[in-house]
């Protein structure tokens, strides 16, 4: 399943121009642990991928790696909220497959439960107006696990014309840290490669076999 997925990803970043290679819209990273990241080069409006990014009802819909996020009232009854706009202090409950999914996913795609992972989170940023948000787990006390994972896109120049550039990044830090890294760091990565590569086909279509 992931050979195709990283080999595709693989392909994206060798044709990436040199100087989106060294552009960002993410803030600088905190040191941690490990972290686990991923991009890509996506030929639509900035807008229209901003609002991808923040429609979380659809992820089921495109996305191999979360396969939901549902925003819910508190991090105890997560009870689902009737609106679904995320806000900076909302909560979420995230349902991961690490390893991803095999491209292309639908609202009918099932995860092995064995390889499904449940997380809680809080919205700490969303800036409309520089495209970037981050969410942060909340399950476990800050000493035992940090993690936060931002999301931006940018407006980038290219041979072919204007694109946006994705990128998304978690930074995992504290103790606990390292028992996630040394279960999951592999799984985390493969799946950040597998959620850019899916929000750029979300746009673009899948490519030929």
Request: charged share 15%; proline share 9%; hydrophobic share 45%.
């Amino acid at each position: 399943m992931f050979c195709y997925t990283a080999a595709a990803f693989l392909c994206l970043l060798l044709a990436l121009p040199l100087q989106v290679a060294s552009q960002t819209n993410l803030p600088p990273a905190e040191p941690g642990i490990f972290t686990a990241q991923g991009s890509s080069l996506i030929n639509a409006p900035i807008e229209d991928v901003w609002d991808a990014i923040l429609d979380f009802e659809s992820y089921p819909d495109w996305n191999p790696f979360a396969r939901a996020m549902v925003l819910i009232d508190s991090v105890w009854t997560k009870n689902p909220l009737e609106d679904q706009t995320p806000q900076v202090g909302s909560h979420i409950q995230i349902t991961a497959a690490i390893p991803p999914l095999e491209l292309p996913v639908d609202a009918n795609s099932t995860a092995n439960p064995f390889q499904t992972q449940q997380s809680l989170e809080v919205v700490t940023h969303i800036d409309h107006d520089n495209h970037r948000a981050a969410w942060k787990q909340v399950m476990l006390p800050s000493l035992l696990m940090v993690a936060e994972r931002w999301t931006a896109v940018s407006v980038v120049d290219t041979p072919d014309g204007p694109r946006t550039l994705y990128e998304s990044r978690e930074v995992f830090q504290s103790l606990l840290s390292i028992v996630v890294g040394l279960l999951f760091q592999q799984g985390l990565q493969q799946g950040f490669d597998a959620q850019a590569l899916a929000i750029k086909y979300k746009f673009e279509g899948m490519p030929a076999p």
